[in-house]
């Protein structure tokens, strides 16, 4: 390759991961905003409700990615129990992250999020069968001890520790959630299809559990129920354009942002600021997950 075409190329490269970097900034941003409209709803609306137009309203949105793939055609699939799979998991995972934005700090709850990757190792270990070493697992180890000082259960009220263990059931099935994502794209399955059936599916199972206690909303709750679905819609395009853009490896760390973006949202609009254990358990969970990040680097570059 001539040198012109060398620097054009890596020009090209490094624009690439600029926009990879930015996109995954301006997701987590988005993402911290759809929380802010859960938390804004004050429990006004049935959390069955909130899954259910989250699920509808984000389907326009989503809608140009099954044109862009060929069509209705391009929602054909070889797996549908995978789907149905991804689909319990999925809202077993939203509807547990929405609670505990209702009752939570939304730093909290987006730092005991962060121990998805923590289930994840674990489980791969029996689902995958993949091999955690003592790093990895010393690390997932800390993640929890991090945990332990957020929830800090001796002494707590039930009342108290139950959203941190809907939270942290949330993470388990969001854990569930790409492990199915995987074995269904490992089985061929396309990113279109697992996206628009989640959304059909979570659309139609939470409809039906909506219908008991239905609550019509206000026109505020409207409103930040259309936000919900808009908004987390975008950042799930853009968290989509920027692993295309970029490299797993460069894009994943700065999904931790999103930590930062719900710490200033929280201390603005409702005065809400982690206590030291709080904050201590935080970076404790953030380093555990960068740490184990970095060593699947690792492991890559050897094998």
């Known amino acids: ?24 900034l301006m997701a987590a941003l988005l993402f911290a905003l759809a929380a802010c409209c859960v938390k804004a709803l004050e429990g006004g ?45 999925g809202l077993v995972g939203m509807g547990g992250a929405f609670y505990g934005y209702a009752t939570m700090p939304l730093a909290t709850v987006t730092a005991l999020g962060f121990t998805m990757p923590l289930f994840l190792t674990l489980l791969a270990v029996p689902l995958l069968g993949e091999r955690v070493g003592w790093r990895r697992g010393t690390a997932v180890v800390v993640g929890f001890a991090g945990v332990l000082l957020m929830v800090r259960p001796t002494g707590a009220e039930a009342a108290e520790i139950l959203p941190s263990l809907t939270v942290l059931v949330a993470a388990l099935a969001w854990a569930m959630s790409m492990i199915t994502i995987r074995r269904m794209g490992e089985a061929g399955e396309s990113g279109v299809s697992i996206v628009l059936w989640f959304a059909i599916g979570s659309s139609l199972v939470s409809v039906l559990l909506s219908l008991p206690g239905w609550v ?46 719900t710490t200033l949202l929280g201390a603005v609009i409702w005065a809400e600021a ?27 570059l050897k094998r």
């Open 1 to 24: 390759m001539s040198p012109s075409l060398q620097n054009t190329s890596l020009t090209a490269t490094r624009a690439s991961r600029r926009r990879a970097i930015l996109f995954i």
């Open 45 to 89: 609306v049935p959390l069955a409700q909130v899954v259910l137009f989250r699920s509808l309203f984000a389907l326009p949105v989503l809608l140009p990615l099954l044109k862009q793939a060929g069509g209705w055609p391009a929602l054909r699939t070889s797996n549908p129990m995978g789907h149905v799979w991804r689909t319990l998991f």
């Open 216 to 261: 019509w909303p206000n026109a505020w709750q409207w409103l930040l129920l259309l936000g919900i679905g808009i908004i987390s819609a975008g950042a799930q395009l853009l968290m989509t354009d920027a692993y295309r853009s970029g490299e797993p490896t460069l894009v994943a760390p700065f999904e931790y942002s999103g930590i930062i973006w």
């Open 274 to 300: 982690p206590d030291g254990w709080d904050g201590l358990g935080i970076l404790i969970l953030v380093g555990s997950g960068l740490y184990i990040w970095w060593r699947e680097v690792q492991l890559g």
